[in-house]
């Protein structure tokens, strides 16, 4: 089945270029002239990739971008941006995989394309974990001891760059530090079991030597599945992750 990108500009002729190259590069091309037509479109087509322009009449690209990435049923689909606008404007707007400045070259954005479908599509091949750890030493570890599994791992090293990770893909598992900066393990942890896209995923948390009984109590009742002490021996851990993995493919 062919890949579905919705392309959204303003400018018909550079939605036709647009359209003739993706056509071509084996692409099903859906079209939008304004912000309004593009959110419901991507609300009843669910494309496998948006390119959006941010220079529009009425809702401009980036009230586009926010409305999408604010919207459960179609916030992982991956947006291109398409502008005259700088780079540093750009990196504003969240959940973009990537943009190109106009005027670019047709082949350019299709390969862009087909590298942002096959970059996000592969977490949908095999089961996943996503590990979110401050200690990088910790996400090797855990990554090395499983890499012989099937499983593709991502890594995160602290809540809120865990929150980047979960726009474009959704884990079967999710491995998370208790003590981080920016947004600690209980912050994330009650984050994610208020998202109903979310709220049912697995979640082994990782603590230090010591944890009182109401913080274990308090990680329980926000949703925790289950609770390894630091240091741990890895093959425990595995143990653990193999259990609840085999666990979720019999439903």
Not at 209 to 237: C, M, N, R, W
């Amino acid at each position: 089945m062919k890949k579905k990108i919705l392309v959204v500009d303003d400018e018909q002729d550079i939605r036709e270029i647009i359209k003739i190259s993706l056509t071509d590069s084996g692409f099903q091309v859906l079209e939008a002239a304004d912000g309004k037509t593009a959110i419901e479109l991507a609300r009843k087509e669910k494309p496998d990739l948006i390119t959006l322009d941010i220079m529009m009449p009425g809702i401009d690209g980036f009230q586009v971008a926010k409305i999408i990435k604010q919207d459960p049923a179609i916030a992982d689909i991956p947006i291109i941006i398409l502008s005259v606008l700088s780079q540093d404007k750009n990196k504003y707007v969240q959940g973009i995989v990537d943009y190109i400045s106009k005027p670019f070259k047709p082949e350019e954005l299709a390969a862009k394309i087909k590298e942002a479908i096959e970059k996000t599509g592969t977490f949908d091949k095999s089961k996943n974990i996503l590990i979110v750890d401050d200690d990088p030493d910790v996400i090797d570890i855990i990554t090395l001891s499983l890499k012989d599994k099937g499983l593709t791992l991502v890594g995160a090293n602290n809540g809120l760059q865990a929150l980047e990770k979960l726009k474009i893909f959704i884990p079967n598992l999710i491995i998370v530090d208790i003590h981080m900066p920016k947004m600690n393990g209980f912050e994330l942890i009650k984050h994610l079991k208020k998202e109903p896209k979310f709220n049912s995923i697995p979640i082994i948390v990782l603590t230090g030597t010591y944890i009182s009984k109401e913080d274990k109590q308090h990680g329980l009742t926000l949703g925790a599945t289950k609770y390894i002490t630091k240091p741990f021996a890895i093959e425990v851990l595995v143990k653990e992750i193999e259990e609840i993995i085999c666990r979720e493919q019999k439903y």
